[in-house]
């Protein structure tokens, strides 16, 4: 009868295991320190990226067809009873407080996290509704939730009673992007167009930088 339980097995095993602790101990705390200097590893620096979608002519379009100008991005879907609606319309108000050279230099873009309802032709024509320049863009589900994805837009479907249409849960934010893709600022759900055409003209003036 064997006894695996006995002091004197116990003592080696332990010498052989303090060594192997140490030296998880030392990964643990390099890869946290790796972490912790991540560039844009942490908040907003992280938001936005490299896309690849499909506009209102069917085309395919990334982050680059975008190049050089600010773009003002806007996640949601086109039965959205109000909310997207609502953001949209704001959007649109602040634009046309501003100069015509201003909002030149502005892409207000609206993503559908929504393809499935959202083909080209929607997404595209309910975008000019709102404004006459803004690009409606759709995409495969993975183009979509990999654009989510990268400006850490939430999205899921939620189920209706009976025959009513699923709607869309989602994050109503407004992403303002420099002409070089970067995030720089962002409206959050409401914000009253005079304040969003404000910030708009203080970036654009230059008076204020990026984060
Ligand atoms: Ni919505």
Known sequence: MA??????????????LAPVLAILVVVVVAIGARLAFLPGGQGDAA?????????????????QDFAGKYMLV??????????????????????????????????PIFITVDPDRDTPDVVGAYAKAFYPSMVGLTGTTAQVAAAAR???VYFKKVEEEGDAPYLMDHSAITY?????????T????????????EILG??????????
């Open 150 to 152: 990268a400006y850490k």
């Open 3 to 16: 006894k695996t339980g006995s002091p004197k097995k116990a003592a080696p095993s332990l010498k052989v």
């Open 202 to 211: 203080k970036y654009l003036s230059g008076s204020v930088k990026g984060s």
């Open 176 to 184: 303002l992007m420099g002409p070089d893709g970067k995030f720089l």
């Open 74 to 107: 806007y996640f949601g879907y086109t039965y959205c009873p109000d909310v997207c609606p609502t953001s949209l319309s704001l959007t649109g108000a602040a634009l046309d407080m501003l100069t015509v050279e201003q909002r030149d230099q502005i892409a």
């Open 47 to 63: 938001i936005g990226g490299p896309f690849e979608l499909v506009n209102g002519q069917g085309e395919t379009v990334t982050e």
């Open 186 to 197: 962002h409206f959050s759900h409401g914000t009253p167009p005079e304040k969003i055409a």
